[in-house]
């Protein structure tokens, strides 16, 4: 079912990340962006091996686990495993080359959020990765856009697509950190999120992310 719908989506939104964990604040863009773009589909793709975070994560499989509890109840959101299952360090350029193959009629809209925009010259090829897609920065109130069109510019890269975002301000380390001294996750993240990371502890044992 979810294969064939990426295969006939003509407009399809890529979010990635860590996903460590995921909370409202990832889903709130996704939707945003669905229906600001009007998106067939986003793909949420959780990173295997990320080459700009560190090692003490969360397990690849957790993160996978929890990003499809995350997104389950919502019909135009789907999951890919396709950077966990990929061996080594996890390149959005790679991710969207194969995407590209895999769904060629579709056009791409690759989200991102406001910290990772001003970050992203200095990801491997960024202006290969711009070709590939359209690339949606999705900004907070008082973040400066003048800032990030120069940045980009100096860069020779077209400048994104701007998308205010929900003003949640939610980030996964505050999830946990919560999680970590045992407080509660209600409104964080959703329900089966948080009562997984309760069931299974990934925050609080010693061998959890940190």
């Known amino acids: 079912?979810?294969?064939?719908?990426?295969?006939?989506?003509?407009?399809?939104?890529?979010?990635?990340?860590?996903?460590?964990?995921?909370?409202?604040?990832?889903?709130?863009?996704?939707?945003e962006?669905?229906?600001r773009y009007a998106l067939d589909a986003v793909l949420?793709?959780?990173?295997?091996?990320?080459?700009?975070?560190?090692?003490?994560?969360?397990p690849a499989e957790q993160r996978y686990l929890m990003t499809a509890l995350a997104t389950a109840d919502h019909p135009d959101f789907f999951v890919s495993?396709?950077?966990?299952?990929?061996?080594?360090?996890?390149?959005?350029?790679?991710t969207l080359q194969e995407l590209a193959d895999r769904y060629p009629r579709a056009?791409?809209?690759?989200?991102?959020?406001?910290?990772?925009?001003?970050d992203f010259p200095a990801w491997r090829e960024p202006r290969a990765i711009a070709g590939l897609a359209t690339i949606i920065a999705?900004?907070?109130?008082g973040f400066d856009l003048a800032n990030l069109f120069a940045l980009w510019s100096d860069h020779d890269l077209p400048r994104p697509e701007i998308m205010?975002?929900?003003?949640?301000?939610?980030?996964?380390?505050?999830?946990?950190?919560?999680?970590r001294a045992g407080e509660p996750l209600r409104y964080l993240t959703p329900d089966?999120?948080?009562?997984?990371?309760?069931?299974?502890?990934?925050?609080?044992?010693?061998?959890?992310?940190?």
């Open 44 to 58: 949420f793709i959780p990173a295997g091996e990320p080459p700009h975070k560190p090692a003490e994560q969360a």
């Open 138 to 141: 999705a900004t907070r109130p």
């Open 81 to 94: 495993r396709m950077e966990i299952d990929r061996i080594g360090p996890s390149y959005t350029l790679e």
């Open 33 to 35: 962006a669905r229906l």
């Open 107 to 118: 056009a791409r809209y690759f989200i991102i959020g406001a910290d990772a925009a001003l």
């Open 192 to 210: 089966p999120v948080a009562r997984y990371i309760d069931k299974t502890r990934i925050y609080r044992d010693a061998s959890g992310a940190g």
């Open 1 to 31: 079912m979810q294969e064939k719908r990426l295969a006939s989506a003509s407009r399809l939104g890529i979010l990635g990340g860590t996903f460590d964990p995921i909370h409202f604040g990832h889903l709130a863009i996704a939707e």
């Open 164 to 179: 205010p975002a929900p003003g949640l301000d939610i980030s996964a380390t505050l999830v946990r950190n919560r999680a």
